[in-house]
């Protein structure tokens, strides 16, 4: 089946290698998928996935290459490592490994909830250890444990702790808000970072990772271990807190890479850039011709790969952002605020001014015509008052009673206008009158002190009315709870009823309207409503 | 009696003091301020101050404020507020020093001014005068649950509570009502043992027994 003569050891390194690139072809789709929905959503996609899938690519078609070489050109081979070619230095087992170990996190693994997100860096420490492990006592059982392979468990340890926690907080924006999904897709690449950033470094001769011991001293090669894992770490936070540069630079880095092994094939010489460059690091003397002639072919095959990959990629990350720098596109984070804003005005503009054709009409139907009813009245007792006065104190008092009952209807127009405790003594006491108002036991909480500006009072107060009301007209509850909280910045407004559930802002209620409302502030509100109850109406808006 | 009038519109201002000079009240100062409302209560110590709650300078509850700030230095100063809404929150912070003298209309009531003489005489004389409104909506409020100790009133009862609940004494009670003072009396003497409330002859202290059971919590928090 095979042409040639394989080393069993090679089979396993095989085996990853393929792994990897199924899942990196894997990841690659769902990211795509991510980024499409994202866009048309308008939402911002999550950038730091192009990054680390670019160096998974880059690691799968860097892996099977040198699988391959050594395959064809040193099986049966059985010194050192498996890895131990002079394409792959030890350093390699790393990074595959934690590649293996993170993408095993990233693709089949189910999502998790946010706070438990170290469970996944925890199962590629897990996974990547054993890896280094097993590659260790597969291949060379009776050589003593070599002390680069403990650094390298830990070092996966100590950056998969660091990714994780770094990305996850980027993730979750230090707090509950934000989609879990998001999370759990931050903390997913947290767990491919790692190895991407040794990857590179192994591609970059930089040898950070596991310093050769046999030729150093333990101090030396110590602090460069040490200094290597700040350096990494340093990346690692750099990308997470840059993930849209990063994303730019690894498509780039694709495009640069791909161009560079298509040459390379194309010319089916090895290291052509290495030789026009005059560069010392050279094939070595003892690389056999045919091996280089496969290295080139092989890299020229791979590198077109890469070159697809990442010109697919350009004009998804690099060229929008290129069109930005150079001023020929809105910043699209000003874009969705623009469109938000105008939204949100026109709602506002005409909702005042249905709000004054109501009051238009209550006025006009109400006490105008009231008014002038009172009006003919006193001038009809005026005319009788002499002559016959006892039909016109009938009138006079007619008048007086009419009086009486445009005062109420003027009082039930103010209160839905803007209600006097809200004018007299702001948001907190307006929503306890109101509490004691309601024909149902209320709970009130309110951590509030202080007045917020008059707009934001008055659209707050009547959310929570709005949401009260519903809750006593459609809800069959038996309480109501009414909590207010400000924290620096936010408002918290919580309505909960122990009624029927259902609700439903989609459904017609005033949810909707409220929700409307609120957006104008830059509110939102979130309706938690099961069949069976409770419900829980959670708004939360900005104040300074 | 001496009448302090705080009411910053004019013609409402100008309509009480004509009608508190023709019923015989002698007007001590009549301000359109709270900060004027202060002083003239500091100053002339009346046997009855009429305030408007939203006064300037700021025209929230400023009229209020500056009543129960008065209050305080001269303990158990009439005042009896005037007002275009009646608010629960209002009258229990008026009600909240449990001393009597206090009373809470809506400005409407001055158009029956037989019944605005008698408030004033009322809270004058130390009573407390409830607007009916706010004690409909109390009582609409805790009546709604059968299990409600207001749901086993009858509704002669029910008529006695909520007159007496606005202030009126038994005699006034009866008179409205068109039933002999004694019938009121015997009444009355079921609603508190139907409340569990304590009985009392003192009119005062009844008022403000009614009204605290009235705005209180609901005791087992399912009542309406």
Redesign the interface.
């Known amino acids: 089946m095979w042409p040639f003569p394989v080393h069993r050891g090679t089979w396993l390194l095989g085996a990853i290698v393929a792994l990897t690139a199924v899942c990196a072809v894997l990841a690659f789709s769902a990211e795509r998928v991510h980024h499409r929905r994202a866009v048309q959503k308008r939402r911002t996609p999550w950038w730091i996935g192009w990054p680390v899938l670019a160096g998974l690519a880059g690691a799968a078609a860097y892996g099977s290459v040198s699988v391959l070489l050594v395959a064809v050109h040193q099986s049966g081979a059985s010194s050192g490592y498996v890895l131990d070619v002079p394409d792959l230095p030890p350093d390699g087992v790393l990074p595959t490994a934690l590649l293996l170990a993170g993408l095993l996190g990233t693709v089949p693994l189910p999502p998790v909830p946010a706070h438990r997100r170290w469970v996944l860096p925890a199962v590629a420490v897990v996974t990547a250890d054993l890896l280094i492990w097993l590659n260790w006592a597969t291949h060379v059982p009776t050589r003593p444990v070599p002390v680069d392979l403990v650094q390298g468990g830990a070092g996966a340890a100590l950056l998969a702790a660091v990714a994780g926690s770094v990305l996850g907080r980027v993730a979750t924006g230090g707090q509950a808000r934000g989609g879990a999904t998001e999370v759990v897709r931050g903390a997913r690449w947290a767990l491919l970072l790692p190895a991407v950033v040794v990857m590179v470094g192994a591609h970059l001769d930089l040898g950070l990772w596991t310093p050769p011991l046999h030729n150093r001293t333990a101090v030396v090669a110590t602090a460069a271990y040490l200094v290597g894992l700040v350096v990494l770490a340093a990346i690692v936070a750099g990308l997470a807190r840059w993930p849209r540069v990063a994303a730019d630079l690894a498509a780039l880095g694709l495009v640069g890479v791909g161009a560079y092994d298509v040459a390379q094939g194309g010319f089916g010489q090895s290291l052509v850039l290495v030789r026009t460059l005059g560069s010392p690091r050279g094939p070595t003397p003892s690389f056999p011709i045919d091996m280089a002639h496969h290295m080139a072919v092989l890299g020229g095959i791979y590198g077109t790969l890469l070159l697809a990959m990442g010109l697919w990629l350009l004009p998804l990350t690099v060229l929008p952002d290129a069109r930005r720098l150079l001023g020929r596109a809105p910043d699209p984070a000003l874009t969705r605020r623009v469109r938000v804003l105008t939204e949100t005005r026109a709602e506002a503009v005409s909702s005042a001014a249905a709000e004054l054709r109501r009051i238009e009409c209550d006025l006009h139907d109400g006490a105008q015509g009231r008014l002038v009813a009172i009006g003919m009245n006193l001038r009809a007792a005026e005319e009788l008052i002499l002559e016959r006065p006892h039909e016109a104190a009938t009138l006079v008092t007619e008048a007086r009673v009419a009086s009486a009952a445009v005062l109420e209807e003027l009082r039930a127009l103010v209160r839905g206008i803007y209600p006097p405790v809200l004018a007299d003594r702001g948001l907190a006491e307006a929503v306890r009158a109101l509490a004691l108002d309601l024909p149902l036991p209320c709970d009130v909480d309110i951590e509030l002190t202080g007045r917020l500006d008059a707009p934001l009072e008055s659209a707050c107060y009547f959310a929570v009315a709005e949401v009260a009301t519903n809750a006593v007209r459609h809800a069959s509850a038996h309480r109501l709870g009414i909590r207010l909280a400000r924290t620096p910045g936010l408002l918290r407004i919580e309505v909960t009823d122990d009624g029927v559930g259902g609700a439903d802002p989609a459904g017609g209620s005033g949810l909707a309207g409220v929700e409307r409302r609120l957006a104008a502030f830059d509110g939102v509100l979130a309706v938690s409503s099961p069949p069976g109850g409770p419900t829980i109406v959670v708004m939360e808006v900005p104040c300074a | 009696m001496r009448v302090v009038v705080a009411e910053d519109l004019f013609l409402l201002r100008e309509g009480l003091v004509r009608l508190l000079k023709a019923r015989g009240f002698e007007i001590a100062a009549a301000t359109d301020s709270a900060p004027g409302l202060l002083g003239a209560l500091l100053e002339f110590r009346p046997d009855l101050a009429i305030v408007d709650?939203?006064l300037p300078p700021t025209h929230?509850?400023d009229g209020l404020r500056a009543a129960l700030t008065a209050r305080e230095r001269l303990p158990g100063l009439p005042i009896l507020l005037l007002s275009?809404?009646v608010?629960?929150?209002y009258a229990e912070e008026l009600l909240a020093d449990r001393a009597g003298g206090v009373g809470y209309l809506l400005?409407?009531r001055v158009?029956s001014d037989d019944q605005f003489v008698d408030a004033i005489r009322t809270v004058a004389a130390g009573g407390t005068v409830m607007d009916p409104s706010v004690v409909t909506?109390l009582l609409?409020?805790r009546g709604?649950d059968a299990r409600e100790p207001l749901a086993r009133l009858t509704e002669r009862e029910r008529q006695v509570l909520e007159l007496m609940a606005e202030g009126r004494s038994n005699s006034a009670v009866a008179h409205r009502l068109f039933i002999s003072e004694k019938a009121v009396s015997k009444h009355s003497t079921s609603i508190f043992a139907k409340l569990g409330l304590a009985p009392s002859d003192d009119d005062n202290r009844r008022v403000l027994a009614v009204l605290a059971y009235l705005m209180s919590?609901?005791r087992d928090?399912?009542?309406?």
Do not use: L, N, S
Not at chain 2, 221 to 224: L, N, T
């Open positions: 709650i939203r929230t509850d275009q809404y608010e629960r929150i400005k409407d158009f909506k609409d409020r709604r919590v609901p928090g399912r009542a309406g």
